[in-house]
């Protein structure tokens, strides 16, 4: 088959078109992957530097309010009211279980609440250069449940910071067949603060002086 031979403005166009089609070949494999491409990395590697600058002059432009905020925070765990006013984690146990049982008494308007059973809890030894002592007390209840929340709610929410665990409660189905209407809650819990080291350095942490077992209000 003879090919018509191609007018001159056909001609023309291809040759451009193949001009073009040359041009753009010629940038990717000559211009494109060796020259723009590695300098649009470095753009946006630069870009990324210029953001992790930014964050690091923030953090930098915030440290003189960070460090007052940590000697605050430092003032308040070394404040004196947070821990047990006592030297001793004996005699600290010892007026815990006191607490709770003037606690109790406070609230006993709200309904029936009493101290059935008040013991301390042994701790182990602290290591050398512990900051603080912990004293545990070992605390049971009959009490109401309107008095309870509100015992509990002072316990928790003054100061010294007191920490209630091991929390347990249920109701003696041998109570409420004995007696009409509803019987008190049967309450178990261990009730714990702290005594500032520097003020109780050798003390016993035992608590076995503090107060006999089973010992009653």
Known sequence: ?????????????????????????????????????????????????????SRFAAAIAEKPQLQKRLADLGHESADSSTFLPETDPNAAAASLMQRVVDDAAAHAQEGSCEVSQKMPVPNPPASPGDP???VVVSISLHCDMQPLIGLLYTL??????????????????????????????????????????????????????????????
């Open 132 to 134: 603080y002592r912990k």
């Open 156 to 217: 928790e929410k003054g100061k010294p910071y007191l920490f209630v665990q091991d929390f347990s409660v249920y109701r003696n189905p041998l109570l409420t067949m004995q007696k009409t209407g509803t019987a008190p809650l049967e309450v178990q819990f261990t009730l714990g603060g702290y005594v500032h080291a520097a003020a109780n350095a050798g003390s016993n942490a035992t608590g076995g002086n503090a107060s006999s077992g089973d010992e009653s209000p």
């Open 1 to 53: 088959m003879n090919l018509r031979p191609m007018k001159p403005l056909e001609s023309r166009v291809a040759a451009i078109g193949l001009l073009v089609l040359v041009l753009v070949l010629a940038y990717f494999l000559l211009l494109h992957w060796w020259f723009v491409a590695p300098l649009r990395d470095i753009d946006s590697q630069m870009d990324d530097l210029r953001d992790t600058q």
